[in-house]
């Protein structure tokens, strides 16, 4: 057993890049769900959007690096935000639920389709729309930083990240603690309530939508930035599932919630990962038990066991508190 | 600030509006010597059932107003209709002078009419003091861009904590402000949805079933509150089953059956009225209707 490999890779996991984008993603549906109530079952598109934003701005219409920013991160969540919560917030909370589940499908699939290969670059996706970003690193690309666990050009998409992900709690603290965050928690609550008190839940509930949009699409354009590609099967379903398992992990409803639950899920993941594989390579575990391509599938099996524990024995996630979560039930 | 100009609505002579009922004829859709809610030819069907069909009612401003009837007469729904959180197939309604058939129902509590509801919407994960709070209008701070500057609302935001906590004060329940809501009893929950009620500062105050599932220690104390709203010049409109509150505090009672208004007086006439005793007991009845006895 090599242990400084799995303490580097664990360390990976809690810090690292995915930590990042999972975490940015998760801030925002903690905005979503968290304290408006809103089910969003589809913020992997909001991350594709920002994703793509980026990419086909710079990419296929050849515009500035910053530009593209500009249009992954506030013009194509707006248009999403505007899109998915116009005809369903209104509605049953359900009803964003379906909605959004299918629009990052739809999106997924009609990004990856053949004939939109000159814009979208169909399954193979877009690339080499990163450059003006790694010109300004400041890291060499062939050193290694941070305790030797990332090379310079992840170094550098992890220090942003950090910067990012740090404004991001910040803004989210701000915003919740404020009147305004007064009323997202009064409409996940009970909207009825709200509107009898002359606040207009639909005005609230669309500002919600677009602000926890934002910060996804920050997540995904950092994603697409750090593997130097937008591709459609970065933004599939499971992709949304983890974004809820980090945030349902921190607890929802919390400030730091979400990113305790991605920096914990995937310090987890890497985790099992590293010491399953060097189990079987080792023979410890033996061929008879799980092979070497098993471990994938097999640690995801005991973060779904460990999020099972979780849920019958802290339902409110890791930051959440009981008596609070048990008034629901009144 | 004192208690009682916090929620005074100028302008209402209590007194005289009380007086000025004496002369309005007990009859469905009597004229009112100075309405501030008036509502013609409401009519709200769901499928083939008319829930509710009024041809003409008026509220009596700076007065308590009871809206009785058996179950399923349309109060709930009328009372829906009357604040905008159901739309009438047709009619029309107006508030203070207003028409405000085309008004959102959030812009209603800017317009000074503030509805509680039957079942209590207490904001249960949030401190009592956030729910009263949350029920100040015009807040600055309630735009998504001015929230992350404190600066740009902190001053109101402490002036509304200031009349939060005397509003609280006057319903005793000051020692529960950082109690989470869902914490607090049925009948505090009420007690709480009437004092979020007040901090929007209405002018007429529709309470949905204040009693219902309030425990008799605390029925008191929640009549004098209402009692409290007209005194200061708030115009209170209720539907209730509990005959006690209706006989105790209403100066008017209008009467409902099948979506129509049946008959309208003070609260001493209704238990005589013969199309009352019909709606709740059946036609063929022949003596007057006691209605401590029978509701």
Do not use: C
Not at chain 1, 139 to 163: A, C, E, K
Not at chain 2, 121 to 150: C, H
Not at chain 2, 222 to 241: K, N, P, S
Not at chain 2, 255 to 282: C, F, R, T
Request: charged fraction near 20%; glycine fraction near 10%; avoid cysteine.
């Amino acid at each position: 057993m090599d242990i400084s490999a799995i303490f580097d890779n664990t360390m990976r996991g809690l810090v690292g890049e995915q930590f990042v984008y999972f975490a940015l993603a998760a801030i925002g549906l903690n905005i979503h769900f968290g304290y408006t109530g809103l089910l969003n079952f589809g913020q992997a598109v909001f991350m594709a959007a920002g994703a793509y934003g980026l990419s086909m701005m710079v990419v296929t219409w050849d515009l500035n690096f910053w530009v593209g920013v500009f249009f992954g991160i506030v013009v194509f969540p707006f248009i999403l935000a505007v899109l998915l919560g116009a005809p369903t917030l209104r509605l049953r909370a359900d009803y964003l639920a379906i909605v959004t589940i299918a629009a990052a499908e739809i999106f997924r699939i009609v990004v990856r389709s053949p004939s939109l290969d000159r814009w979208t670059g169909s399954s193979d996706g877009i690339s080499g729309f990163a450059r003006s970003f790694y010109d300004l690193s400041p890291f060499d690309p062939g050193s290694r930083y941070f305790f030797d666990l990332f090379i310079g050009n992840q170094m550098w998409v992890v220090l942003i990240g950090w910067t990012v992900l740090a404004a991001a709690v910040f803004i989210s603290w701000l915003l919740v603690r404020s009147p305004w965050g007064r009323v997202l928690k009064a409409i996940r609550e009970d909207e009825d309530a709200a509107r009898s008190l002359g606040k207009n839940a639909y005005w609230y509930k669309m500002q919600a939508l677009y602000l926890g949009g934002v910060f996804g699409a920050l997540g995904g354009m950092l994603r697409a930035i750090g593997t130097q590609s937008a591709q459609p099967d970065n933004f599939i379903t499971d992709v949304t599932f983890f974004v809820w398992v980090a945030l349902i992990l921190g607890g929802a409803g919390k400030i730091m919630g979400p990113v305790i639950g991605a920096a914990l899920l995937y310090a987890i993941l890497n985790f099992t990962d590293i010491v399953l594989r060097q189990g079987v390579e080792s023979s410890y575990i033996p061929e008879s038990i799980m092979s070497g391509t098993q471990v994938g599938q097999v640690r995801f099996m005991l973060v779904g066991l460990g999020l099972v524990l979780l849920a019958t024995f802290r339902p409110q996630g890791i930051l959440g508190k009981k008596d609070e979560m048990a008034l629901d039930d009144r | 600030m004192t208690d009682d100009s916090l929620n005074t609505v100028s302008g209402v002579d209590v007194a005289a509006a009380r007086a000025s009922l004496a002369d309005v004829p007990w009859e469905p859709g009597a004229p009112k010597p100075d309405p501030i809610l008036v509502a013609d030819d409401v009519i709200r069907r769901f499928g083939g059932l008319t829930a509710v069909d009024v041809k003409h009612v008026e509220i009596q401003r700076g007065v308590i107003t009871a809206l009785i009837g058996p179950n399923g007469a349309g109060k709930t729904t009328l009372f829906n209709l009357l604040t905008n959180f159901d739309k009438p197939d047709s009619g029309t309604r107006v508030f203070d002078g207003t028409n405000i058939d085309k008004v959102p129902a959030h812009k209603i509590a800017k317009y000074g009419m503030v509805r509680t509801f039957q079942l209590t919407k207490a904001l249960s994960r949030m401190t009592v003091i956030d729910n009263m709070k949350l029920g100040a209008t015009n807040q600055a701070g309630e735009s998504m861009w001015r929230s992350v500057l404190p600066f740009l609302w902190r001053n109101q935001e402490n002036e509304i904590e200031v009349a939060a906590d005397e509003l609280l004060d006057r319903f005793n329940m000051l020692h529960m402000r950082d109690e989470f809501a869902g914490t607090l009893s049925g009948g505090q929950r009420k007690l709480l949805e009437m004092a979020r009620a007040l901090m929007v500062r209405p002018k007429m105050v529709m309470l949905d079933e204040p009693m219902a599932g309030v425990n008799p220690a605390l029925t008191q104390s929640l009549l004098q509150h209402v009692i409290g709203l007209r005194d200061q010049g708030m115009t209170v409109l209720f539907v209730e089953h509990d005959m006690d509150m209706v006989q105790e505090i209403s100066d008017w009672v209008i009467v409902m059956a099948e979506g129509e208004i049946i008959a309208e007086g003070p609260p001493a006439s209704i238990g005589a009225n013969q199309a009352v005793v019909d709606a709740y007991l059946g036609s063929h009845h022949d003596s007057a209707l006691d209605l401590d006895a029978e509701l």
